[in-house]
Every structure is written in C-alpha cells, then in structure tokens.
C-alpha cells in the first residue's frame, strides 16, 4: 500500500525562488458530473475555488510558469489524513456523546459532551496533522510531466 | 444500550441508505471507480452527515416544531447541510491548509448529495431524540461509506476484466450494484427474528 499513489494534475502558476505554487486541474469527468454547479466547474466560482486549493512544491524539476505536471500523494497518507481530519473527531464526538447520554441520560448533557469531544479531537487532529506535515507526509510530490492540452486549454467552453 | 446498537445496525445493514432506500446514487456511481477516493469521500459523508443530523434535530425541536414551521423544513436542512460543508472546509482549512488541500475535493460534492438530505428528514419521521439523531445519522453515513468501499473494489476488478463493449463502463456498474442490493437484502433477516 505505501508504494501506490494517488496522481492528480496540476498547472504552475507562479514561482519563487526554489518553490512553485500550483493549481490543481479538474478532471474531465468533472465536467459531467450533476454536482459540477456546486464545485463551482460550470460556474464562475471554478477560479476562486481552484486558487483556494493552490499548493506549493519544492522546485526540483526546473518549473516554469504554465508548465502541467503530474503530482502524486501516497495511499497511505491520504487515508492517515482522512482518518485525521474525519474520523478522529467524529468518533471523539460520538463516543462523549455517548458517555454523557449512558451517565447522565440527559440531551442537553450529551449534546455538550459531544460539543467537547468534537473540539478535543479537532485539537488532537491539529496537533498530529502538525506532526505529520513536518515529516513532509501531507505533501505531494513531483513525478513527471503532463503533455498534451488541459481541459483549461479549449477555446470552446461555455 | 442494546436499543442503540440495534439502531445503528439497523441504520448501517438492514436499511442501507444506498441499497435499500436508493439516496446518494450520484456519488454512489461518481467516485467508486477507486477505493482510495472511496474512502475519502465515504469519510468526509460520515462527518457531515453526522453534525447534520444532530443540527438538524436541534432546528426541529427548538424552532420549526415549536413554532409550526414545519413546511420549512426541507429549504432549512439543505440550508443547514450547506453549512455543515462550509464550516467543516473552513475548520479543515484552519486546522491543517495541507490535510485541506488534500481533502477539500470531496467537501463541495457533499452538499448535493440527497443522502444528507435524507437522513435528517427521516430522523424527524422517526422522532428520534438527540442521541438516536446522532447515532442514526452516523450509523448511515457508515453505511453508506461501507458500500462505496465494496463497490469501488468490484469496479477496480472489473475494469481489469473483459466487459462485453454493450455493458461497457455505467452499465456493468449498475448491473454490479443491483446484485450487491440483492445481497445485503440478506440482512432483512436480521429485522425479520
């Protein structure tokens, strides 16, 4: 499971110095989809929402503005970051609800409680997400070159 | 305690929010073609679906029961689950811009996504409490992620098949998931003794 990577697309936008900053691509499939409106694909949000997603690598490769290069990010990583971001809170949130409900037998008791346990293990998932980013395991990594035309590079979109 | 376990089992197997109550299909057919991407958006649903349920119930008990909205109710929980997705990528953002670049693909996806919408509504049919509100909508949410694992695994086996080219790509999958339907209709049995 650790060698296999989950590839996505990306567009250099603007670099500085030994880093690059990129814009990952849509997939095409993406075009089709019923829930584009609301990714903001079919719509003018697509900009704003990609720029909100720009990342930064380390410019091993000699990138240049325009350049489309594919990135990789390990299996594992992105369930670790999946079960960090989701999981985590989700089951601390479950499980203090749970207790305040079995040891009180209170709403109100178990809503707090629950409240708590979300906020503890968004606290715990900064923490452990700290960590894992300083061992570079969250960021993604250069692999090769994308040729040929991406799907910004049509003339004919609505 | 047994009350909730039979609740989430209940919830998870018997009435499988995919397979058996046929909400979600979009995403259910959308992002099953790997099981990595299965995962992150089966675990991303969980979430959402869960803080929804229990805002949700908090909306009909303190506000729309109260105050005889209940017409409202639907153009109210769309508007809480868009919340939800927007607070929930914000907190992601704030708590970690890498597990945000990451992850965020699969938040915008939620908010469309009728299973969501669903579970709250069916919460309040059922007039499930605070913790039944929440264990039900958890309890579905893994549900509905357990399927989007499986499925994604048979579609990574059949796209290493040869499919006939007329079943080719949608129409093998919806032939796939009718038989994995037909399978966890087994665990009516459970309700059944």
Redesign the interface.
């Known amino acids: 499971m650790d060698g ?1 990577l ?1 590839e996505g697309v990306a567009r250099v936008v603007a670099t500085d110095g030994d880093t690059v900053w990129l814009e ?1 691509e849509q997939g095409e ?1 993406c075009e089709g ?3 584009a409106s ?3 694909v079919k719509s003018g949000g697509s900009s704003r ?1 990609l720029m ?2 720009r ?1 930064s690598m380390v410019n091993s490769f000699q990138g240049q503005v325009g350049d489309r290069v594919v990135f990789g ?1 390990s ?1 594992r ?3 670790r ?7 985590l ?2 089951l601390l ?2 499980g203090g ?2 207790a305040g ?2 040891l009180t037998g209170s ?1 109100a008791d ?2 707090i409680a ?1 409240v708590l346990g ?1 906020v503890g293990g ?1 606290l715990i ?2 923490f452990r ?2 960590h ?2 300083a061992k570079g395991e ?3 990594h250069f692999l090769r070159y994308a040729y040929g035309p991406g799907p910004s590079d049509h003339c004919d979109q609505e | 305690m047994q009350e909730f376990i039979l609740l989430m089992i209940g919830a998870a197997l018997v009435n499988n929010v995919v397979l058996v109550r046929f909400l979600g299909l979009c995403s259910f057919m959308g992002v099953t073609t790997k099981i990595d991407t299965a995962v992150g958006m089966g675990m991303a649903t969980t979430f959402v679906m869960t803080v929804s349920s229990i805002l949700a119930w908090a909306i009909e008990v303190f506000l729309l029961a109260p105050f005889g909205l209940g017409y409202l109710r639907t153009i109210t929980f769309i508007l809480v689950i868009a919340a939800v997705v927007q607070f929930t990528e914000m907190v992601i953002r704030k708590v970690s811009p890498s597990l945000f670049q990451t992850l965020g693909i699969y938040l915008p996806l939620i908010t469309t996504n009728c299973a969501v919408l669903g579970i709250p509504l069916l919460n309040v049919q059922s007039k499930h409490n605070f913790i039944e509100s929440m264990l039900y909508g958890f309890a579905s949410a893994f549900g509905y992620s357990l399927i989007l694992v499986i499925f994604a695994g048979l579609r990574e086996r059949i796209a290493l098949n040869e499919v006939p080219r007329l079943f080719g790509g949608p129409p093998i999958g919806f032939v796939t998931a009718s038989l994995l339907a037909l399978a966890f209709m087994g665990f009516s049995g459970i309700s059944a003794n």
């Open positions: 296999h989950v990952p499939a989809c019923l829930s609301s990714c903001g929402r909100a997603r990342f990010i299996e990583s992105l369930l970051a999946s079960a960090l971001a989701y999981a809170p989700l949130m479950v609800a749970m409900q079995l709403d178990a809503a629950s979300l968004l998932a900064r997400a700290g894992l980013d969250l960021s993604p």
